[in-house]
């Protein structure tokens, strides 16, 4: 009997614990995205709140001293409690990352119920303006922003970051991190360029080529295109399937071997002949050499600019360590003297379902 | 010690009739109890700072004592049977963390061993023993393991949960990168990054599997203190003295949870580890050198 009153008792006070969430639903301001502005020494933070009426969203924004200042300062507009589990991407405005990110990143690190993966992207004018872009009268949904951040995996010619690859990246050696630039034309949002951090510092910018190229880099790249032209040839248009990259030192510590291999298929030809085997290997050439001058100068542009994008300070870290000690402090100067050689090889695994060209057939 | 019990597998590791074993046993208890504070201090705290920051710290601390006390008064068969359950909860659980933060491991997370000394290699070795070892509770537990297989059990059952912890740290390290650095409890932010889609922002279930080893430890702890009053006194008085020991070990850690100088200072993992080594390995070996096997009739399980 004593048992069974016990049981009965502890399925009452179970069941009490069962009735859900203590703050309901609509009592909740549920955040999506997030954008970071910085205006005479101010945070601007601006949001993208979901409605729960009709499945659209809204535009908030408040002012503060610091990021978490502005974002509780969110509360005068409304009495609901935010929630900021759900925020599919931050977005820091171009006086943001003019600053230094790491002055406004540090809530997002500290929150308890922060997500450390959720996207980052840089913006070339204010993040409040990206998040206003309106379609028809319509705000350009959370979803499609965030969703811009996988183009990277289609076209590969942008990257993705979270917030998590952004502050271990910009902390680890070479102090280096890679975002993508977000802009607007008013009407629709987009990935152009990318932007390189050094230290949370906006340093230099890459082009979508130059994105590809580091892309190639890291072994990261897949659906890619690139074009080579030859007289003989016509235009060449090759898709990227993989890429595999080693580096390694040359001869000296200052010499840094890279070796890219480029798995491609062929898009489209305008040879107006039929093609031989023979012919694929002179197009294999010409693309490698189309990637090798990519890669070469998105190199050279970088390290020029004092971004270690390739993380050879890492390498040096791990392969030359005691060599590493030596030069730890004064790493960005040794990084301005290194010389890299290329190497590209291009492995055209399909070349499709035609045998004769289209302008040959015409 | 489990090579020394190799030998003389039927026997109690201290005579309760002399004054030293007293006073040994005394000390133990003493050792058990800032183990417990040691560990209900580290889970509320991560607790307090992570999924539960706005939660009474004193509801949070009673209703995990009360539960240890409960366990730690039901004997060592129940003991036994929850904590088979939570294990297979725990490396369940650990092995789905492993898969949801596959994606995200690199190894340029990696570092070279030795990089700044030995002090960081040691450091982290004696982190992950005092985290993982239960050498001092082993010793007054023992007697329940059953005797065949007792020493290779204990090792293995050690070495496991090492590798296990030790696994843990890598994966962490591997995923987070630097940006494990910076965190004050970076296994937690392991949980929140997962990326594998239906695994995603389960940290919450994850801490409640910390909680629930912690909770096992806890009670497992009680069990050992329940041990040593069952060598000294009859076993009705550990009703009284447990629960005595629950209300101390409450009070000692709201204190030390609210005073970050008097937690830094108390629990310090070095004192901890030479505790762990002296009570665990140092005093059971000189202790069953000097006497001779004393017969013991417990219950084997």
Not at chain 1, 116 to 129: D, G
Request: aromatic share 8%; net charge negative; proline share 2%.
């Amino acid at each position: 009997m004593k048992k069974t009153i016990c049981i009965a008792l502890s399925l009452v006070i179970i069941s009490m614990t069962l009735t859900g969430c203590t703050v309901e639903l609509h009592e909740r301001m549920l955040i999506k995205g997030i954008g970071i502005d910085l205006e005479n020494d101010q945070y601007v933070v601006t949001v993208r709140v979901a409605k729960l009426t009709d499945d659209t969203e809204s535009v908030m924004t408040a002012t503060g001293d610091t990021v978490y200042d502005a974002l509780n300062n969110l509360s005068f507009q409304s009495g609901n409690q935010q929630m900021y589990t759900h925020s599919h991407y931050i977005i820091f405005g171009d006086s943001v990352a003019q600053d230094g990110i790491d002055k406004a990143v540090d809530f997002f690190i500290r929150y308890f119920k922060a997500n450390p993966v959720v996207n980052v992207f840089v913006s070339n004018t204010s993040a409040k303006e990206i998040l206003n872009t309106t379609v028809n009268d319509e705000l350009v949904p959370s979803e499609e922003i965030e969703n811009l951040s996988e183009s990277s995996n289609n076209a590969g010619k942008t990257i993705s970051t979270t917030l998590l690859t952004m502050v271990s990246d910009s902390l680890d050696y070479g102090s280096t991190a890679l975002v993508p630039i977000i802009s607007t034309t008013g009407e629709s949002v987009y990935l152009g360029d990318t932007a390189v951090l050094k230290n949370f510092q906006v340093e230099t910018t890459l082009s979508s080529d130059e994105t590809m190229a580091y892309l190639s880099l890291i072994s990261q790249e897949k659906g890619g295109s690139l074009v080579a032209s030859d007289d003989k040839y016509g235009n060449i248009t090759g898709s990227i399937i993989n890429t595999d990259c080693e580096t390694a030192f040359g001869d000296t510590s200052s010499q840094v071997d890279v070796f890219l291999t480029v798995n491609m298929s062929i898009a489209s030809i305008t040879f107006s002949q039929s093609v031989l085997d023979e012919d694929f290997d002179q197009m294999e050439e010409l693309l490698a050499t189309v990637i090798k001058n990519n890669i070469t100068s998105t190199i050279e542009h970088a390290y020029e600019s004092g971004c270690d994008i390739l993380k050879i300070g890492y390498l040096t870290y791990s392969k030359k360590t005691e060599y590493w000690k030596e030069i730890e402090d004064n790493w960005d100067e040794y990084m301005m003297d290194l010389e890299f050689n290329v190497e590209v090889k291009v492995n055209i695994l399909r070349s499709g379902e035609e045998n004769r060209p289209t302008t040959l057939q015409s | 010690m489990p090579l020394i019990r190799l030998k003389n597998n039927d026997m109690k590791i201290f005579d309760n009739k002399t004054l030293v074993a007293k006073i040994l046993l005394t000390v133990y208890c003493i050792f058990f109890l800032y183990s417990i504070v040691w560990e209900l201090t580290s889970l509320i705290n991560m607790l307090l700072n992570t999924v539960l920051p706005y939660d009474s710290l004193w509801s949070m601390v009673i209703a995990m004592v009360l539960v240890a006390i409960y366990g730690g008064l039901k004997g060592v068969e129940t003991v036994g049977r929850s904590g088979f359950v939570i294990l297979f909860i725990a490396v369940s659980g650990m092995i789905l963390m492993a898969i949801g933060v596959f994606p995200l491991i690199n190894d340029t997370g990696s570092r070279i061993f030795f990089y700044d000394g030995y002090s960081d290699t040691v450091n982290n070795t004696i982190n992950i023993f005092t985290r993982s070892t239960f050498l001092p509770q082993m010793v007054m537990l023992s007697s329940y393991v059953k005797k065949e297989k007792m020493a290779r059990n204990l090792i293995i059952g050690q070495v496991a949960c090492g590798l296990l912890i030790a696994g843990i740290f890598l994966i962490t390290q591997l995923s987070l990168g630097e940006y494990a650095k910076i965190q004050q409890f970076p296994i937690y932010t392991l949980t929140s990054a997962i990326v594998m889609e239906p695994l995603k922002r389960m940290d919450v279930i994850f801490t409640v599997i910390w909680i629930m080893i912690a909770i096992l430890k806890v009670t497992v702890t009680f069990l050992a203190i329940g041990k040593c009053i069952g060598e000294t006194k009859d076993v009705n008085s550990k009703k009284i003295i447990i629960p005595v020991c629950g209300l101390i070990v409450t009070l000692v850690t709201v204190y030390l949870v609210n005073n970050e100088v008097a937690r830094a200072n108390i629990l310090s993992l070095n004192l901890y580890f030479l505790l762990s080594i002296i009570l665990g390995a140092i005093i059971p070996t000189a202790v069953l050198a000097i006497n001779k096997p004393i017969k013991t009739k417990e219950k084997k399980i």
